[in-house]
């Protein structure tokens, strides 16, 4: 079946430093991917569409200068925290739909990340 | 606006017993609805979904859920839980006015006791 690929799994970096997650469909083009955030015991907050070739759409109250998307490929996407803070860390979850608009959507196994 | 609603933060059934999980769904049009699951430090598996058609939709590991018009209900359950079941479970609703953009539910918690 269709995969999302994930990377890394777990990272964790200092205070002010950048952080790239890479996204990747591997049996599969993917025009839109979607980028989400997951906090302890929460649900999944949508941060934004990634679309290829093109600028992402951004979710109302995140920041695009700091949550970074290029969507450069039809097989990658990568989010970039930019001068991570402590409140930065939490689980980002990557996601594209492998077929058709009825389609359900398969996922990464997220990065947890954590600023120190 | 789309919104997903999830009742129970958490559930327990002792192994063997059915398993519920409850749904409801708020949509202005027709509603595509997922249900995903998700362990420990992992993304989200897909279970099952509902688009059209017949109200039992049959997933996953033995896993259904029934599609309620009028209750705007989509609540998954399993016949006989297992204790590999236990893990976060997310009803998610896609409208086609919305475009692409699933909306989550809060996510209930399974707890299966051996």
């Known amino acids: 079946g269709a995969v999302v690929s994930q990377h890394p799994s777990r990272v964790i970096c200092k205070s002010g430093t950048s952080v790239k997650i890479e996204c990747r469909s591997l049996?599969?083009?993917?025009?839109?991917m979607f980028w989400y955030r997951q906090f302890p015991k929460q649900s999944l907050m949508l941060m934004a569409t990634?679309?290829?070739?093109?600028?992402?759409?951004?979710e109302q109250g995140v920041e695009k200068d700091k949550f970074l998307i290029n969507h450069a490929s039809l097989t990658l996407s990568t989010l970039t925290v930019t001068s991570a803070h402590p409140e930065d860390s939490s689980f980002y979850i990557c996601?594209?739909?492998?077929?058709?608009?009825?389609?359900?959507?398969?996922f990464g196994s997220g990065t947890r990340l954590t600023v120190v | 606006a789309q919104s997903v609603a999830q009742p129970e933060d958490q559930v327990n059934v002792a192994e063997g017993n059915p398993l519920t999980v409850k749904c409801t769904y708020s949509?202005?049009?027709?509603?595509?609805l997922f249900w995903y699951v998700q362990y420990p430090n992992r993304g989200l598996q897909f279970l099952l979904k509902y688009i059209t058609g017949d109200n039992l939709v049959k997933g996953s590991y033995g896993f259904e859920a029934e599609f309620n018009k009028s209750q705007t209900s989509f609540h998954l359950k399993k016949p006989s839980a297992l204790v590999s079941d236990s893990a976060l479970y997310f009803c998610?609703?896609?409208?086609?006015?919305?475009?692409?953009?699933?909306?989550f539910g809060g996510g209930t918690r399974v707890l299966v006791k051996p």
């Open positions: 996601s594209a739909r492998p077929g058709r608009e009825v389609d359900g959507y398969t």
């Open positions: 990634s679309n290829e070739g093109s600028k992402a759409t951004y």
């Open positions: 998610a609703v896609r409208e086609k006015a919305a475009g692409n953009k699933l909306t």
């Open positions: 049996d599969f083009q993917a025009t839109t």
């Open positions: 949509v202005s049009g027709n509603p595509y």
